[in-house]
């Protein structure tokens, strides 16, 4: 099974600031990383497809990068309702894995 | 798209249950469908899917005690959850292939 690391899982941020969260897979997966969003009490949103491609509806400050094993989800001038937790996931191949998510805090 | 999960409750160790999602919004039997559960605060965990055509995928922690079934013509997803353990207590999501679209979530607690 291909593990999905995460860093950091938590942080602190303060609104308006940039943050930048990472996630690193045991194997190459091409481009086949997602990104998702979860707020408590709800299902996860997808906002980030095959590394750098936005959701519809997602705002334009989420942004994705990467290749291969290291990938990047950056937030740029944090808002309000972005405190939550984020987890990555690989779809290259079964069984599908998430990181274990990186809980974003208000400084 | 609309997703809705029922069939959880409290079961014993050793039992069995099963999970109902119910699809409307689209064209459900063109669709590979996903269960995935979240163990109270804690990660996501991918548990099964099965595709359009009715091939099933499952993870290594579920294989053999889970099922996951459709019924197109009531456009309707299954878990069947066999053997359960303390573990596999979690609430479990029922999602469209791509994992854009969630249900609610249904609650399984296995405790004596």
Request: aromatic fraction near 14%.
């Given at each position: 099974d291909i593990q999905m690391t995460q860093s950091p899982s938590f942080l602190s941020a303060s609104v308006g600031d940039r943050v930048t969260i990472n996630c690193k897979a045991s194997q190459n997966i091409n481009k086949y990383l997602n990104w998702y969003q979860q707020k408590l009490g709800e299902a996860p949103k997808r906002l980030?497809?095959?590394?750098?491609n936005l959701q519809?509806?997602?705002?334009?400050r989420f942004s994705g990068s990467g290749s291969g094993t290291d990938f990047t989800l950056n937030i740029n001038?944090?808002?309000?309702?972005?405190f939550s937790v984020y987890y990555c996931q690989q779809s290259?191949?079964?069984p599908l894995t998430f990181g274990s998510g990186t809980k974003l805090e208000i400084k | 798209v609309q997703l809705v999960e029922s069939g959880g409750g409290l079961v014993q160790p050793g039992k069995s249950l099963k999970l109902s999602c119910s699809a409307s919004g689209?064209?459900?039997?063109?669709y590979g469908m996903h269960w995935i559960r979240q163990a109270p605060g804690k990660g996501l965990d991918w548990v099964a899917y099965i595709s359009s055509s009715s091939g099933t995928v499952y993870a290594d922690a579920v294989k053999g005690r889970f099922t996951i079934s459709r019924d197109n013509a009531k456009n309707t997803l299954y878990l069947q959850l066999n053997s359960?353990?303390?573990?596999?207590?979690a609430i479990y999501y029922c999602a469209r292939k791509d994992l854009v679209d969630w249900g609610q979530g249904v609650m399984v607690t296995v405790s004596s």
């Open positions: 980030i497809y095959n590394t750098n519809t509806g997602i705002p334009s001038r944090v808002e309000p309702e972005d290259n191949s079964w | 689209f064209t459900f039997s063109s359960l353990k303390s573990e596999d207590t």
